[in-house]
């Protein structure tokens, strides 16, 4: 089928959310920062307004985006959409993402009074800069977003079998070291400890990570949907190390993580990103984002997360 302009449409603030996960759940690879609990969360803790597009191609969905809007000094209107849209399998060609793109770039246009800056879910390939070119976008500065998608779909043997000699190694020691690990499905009873226990490590490394309001309203937003996973690991009755993993459709997100010197020493955070992993698959999950790498600023967790095997994309980064 021949696809034209008038063929492709962005329905605004449409359907019911019910519809919306559905559609979601249709992307084996969804992103966190377009799934409409983050939306929520954004909009009550840093007044972002979101707006939800429904990709239609001949009047039957075939993706969708969300991009969030904001009013700064009171006149300038600023937009951004980060790691979107998604469309179906199969519709995710050329030819359809550069009208997906088109359109969007004819909605939020870049001016002295409308400011728009967007992380598309595109690879970082000539093809899709000059896709985007195409569509009227200019390429910032700056490297791409780079993260590592693990596949659940294989058996535990086999997933296993992929990590790095080194790292299964790791695993191998916690699981002998004594650790008891124990799983928050809701996050009303780890959230807080493992916030707190976050935030100190943030400050005094100095990366950047969200907020602790943002990780609140992220679990009243999504638990309802069990897309809220926590798991602490504890030596002799002590918490020493604990994860945050968010759930969209299909996929998860690796959120946060913190571990102590005990925690270090015995290894507790293999022991939990792999039960993370079981438990993931457990609930049919087929696709696990481990969230951004960082090779310069961060080389020891950029390896820790490359030994769990997966595959390592580069987006196209920041566009104006």
Not at 32 to 43: D, K, N
Not at 207 to 217: C, E, N, Q, V
Request: hydrophobic fraction near 40%.
């Amino acid at each position: 089928m021949v696809t034209t302009p008038e063929d492709l449409r962005i329905l605004w603030d449409v359907g019911r959310v019910a519809e919306w996960e559905s559609l979601l759940k249709a992307v084996p690879r969804s992103t966190l920062t377009q799934c409409f609990g983050y939306a929520v969360a954004m909009r009550t803790v840093e007044g972002w307004t979101p707006r939800l597009g429904l990709i239609e191609l001949a009047d039957k969905p075939i993706g969708l985006v969300v991009v969030m809007e904001k009013r700064a000094f009171g006149l300038a209107r600023v937009a951004r959409l980060h790691r979107g849209p998604l469309l179906l399998p199969a519709a995710q060609k050329p030819a359809i993402l550069a009208l997906v793109m088109k359109q969007l770039r004819q909605r939020y246009p870049t001016g002295p009074l409308r400011w728009t800056a967007i992380v598309p879910e595109l690879p970082d390939t000539e093809e899709n800069r000059a896709l985007l070119r195409w569509a009227g976008w200019r390429q910032d500065k700056g490297p791409g977003y780079r993260t590592l998608w693990l596949d659940l779909r294989p058996d535990e043997a086999t997933l296993r079998k992929a990590l790095a000699q080194k790292w299964r190694n790791a695993l191998s020691q916690a699981e002998r070291s004594g650790l008891a690990v124990e799983v928050d499905r809701d996050g009303s009873s780890q959230l807080s400890w493992l916030t707190e226990h976050y935030l100190k490590d943030r400050a005094a490394k100095g990366f950047r990570g969200p907020s602790a309001p943002l990780l609140t309203r992220l679990r009243t937003a999504l638990h309802r949907d069990g897309d809220i996973l926590l798991l602490r690991a504890c030596k002799d009755g002590e918490p020493v190390a604990g994860v945050l993993f968010l759930g969209h459709g299909q996929a998860a997100t690796y959120q946060v993580g913190w571990t102590g010197a005990e925690g270090r020493r015995t290894r507790a955070h293999n022991l939990l990103l792999w039960r993370a992993i079981l438990e993931l698959k457990a609930q049919g999950r087929t696709q696990l984002d481990l969230g951004g790498l960082l090779p310069d600023q961060a080389p020891g967790v950029t390896a820790f997360k490359r030994g769990v095997g997966g595959e390592e994309v580069e987006l196209l980064g920041v566009w104006r």
